[in-house]
């Protein structure tokens, strides 16, 4: 069978989404399909952009296909009778997002017309599809709050479970992902410039662009936290996260209302570490409960300054929750095989 995989494509801009969509074709390849990885370029700013990109998609047409899978916005606009969405979301500034401080849609007339064009666009793109799934309950709920779609849930597998085995801890928080304002790695530098001088964190992903780069930077050394904080901006390799996941005490992710769990999420509970959430992280607590499978905490740096010094100072607990979260995720069963099944019936 032929089937195309259509996701956006974000110059320099590489995370969870782009690599589920690699793994995706790549699992497909293997499963005996011919498959081509189609990546429509995009940008969110400004929005005076987007009717002509929504455009564009419509009239993008891939007739030699016999199976469509599409992933995100804008891509999933693009038309095909045998189209299956497995959505991640939705351009969220136009929807949830809207009227908080990560989203530049504002109130003016203009832009509001162009949210108008978005959702328009998204209600055709999904009244045209055969089957929406989506990769986690919060964005099916949103889905049919903002849209009136109903959904079904497919989980994501591990892309790369193998590598996420588990070592022997040693004393750091690790705090992966990309490097931005929703993902708020900024708010765990300032929490640990609160905690003891024992407590040590990593930060590694790559930063949506130089600035966020340099303010990271900044930061930590106008807190005086270099001596305990290890910040690694680089695009590094699977393997060089896999060895940070397998050796800490504690993974850390505090995503502002992230749509999913997060895949730092589930590359902590694959290698059996406990993780460190704040109460609006949104997906995230459907896998991290506070006291069984990691810490739930307020979003102040206060809070993760007291959560941060539990997991480094109580390593045995950490162990145990970390084991709790590993058998959750292995209970839910989701597997590449069974994905693929679904994604093409």
């Not at 497995?86 to 401080?101: C, G, I, K, P, V």
């Amino acid at each position: 069978m032929k089937v195309a995989v259509l996701n956006n494509m974000v110059p320099f801009v590489h995370g969870g989404a782009e690599e589920l969509t690699a793994h995706l074709a790549r699992h497909l390849e293997e499963s005996g399909h011919l498959v081509d990885l189609v990546r429509i370029p995009f940008r969110w700013d400004p929005l005076s952009t987007l009717p002509a990109q929504i455009a564009r998609a419509e009239q993008m047409r891939l007739d030699a296909a016999d199976r469509v899978i599409a992933l995100k916005f804008p891509a999933y606009l693009v038309p095909h009778e045998h189209k299956t969405l497995w959505l991640l979301h939705q351009f969220r500034q136009a929807y949830d997002l809207l009227d908080t401080e990560h989203s530049h849609v504002t109130a003016g007339a203009d832009d509001l017309a162009i949210r108008d064009r978005i959702i328009e666009a998204d209600n055709r793109a999904f009244a045209g599809s055969r089957r929406i799934y989506t990769n986690a309950q919060t964005v099916s709920d949103r889905l049919l709050a903002s849209n009136g779609f109903a959904s079904e849930v497919l989980q994501p597998p591990m892309f790369d479970a193998e590598l996420f085995r588990g070592q022997e801890a040693r004393p750091y928080v690790f705090a992966g992902g990309r490097i931005n304002s929703m993902k708020r790695q900024s708010l765990l530098i300032e929490a640990l410039a609160k905690t003891p001088p024992s407590v040590r964190l990593v930060v590694m992903g790559p930063p949506d662009d130089e600035a966020a780069a340099d303010r990271m930077r900044a930061l930590a050394t106008s807190l005086g936290v270099g001596d305990r904080l290890e910040l690694d901006q680089r695009l590094t390799s699977r393997e060089e996260i896999a060895e940070r996941v397998n050796h800490a005490t504690a993974c850390a992710y505090i995503p502002f209302d992230e749509d999913s769990m997060g895949y730092v999420t589930l590359e902590a509970a694959e290698a059996g570490k406990p993780v460190i959430t704040t109460t609006d992280s949104g997906g995230v607590q459907r896998m991290v409960t506070d006291g069984e499978t990691g810490w739930v905490v307020e979003p102040t740096a206060d809070a993760l300054a007291e959560a941060l010094t539990a997991a480094l100072a109580r390593p045995a607990v950490s162990a145990a929750r970390g084991a709790a979260l590993h058998a959750q995720w292995r209970a839910m069963d989701a597997t590449w095989p069974t994905t693929i099944e679904r994604l093409l019936a």
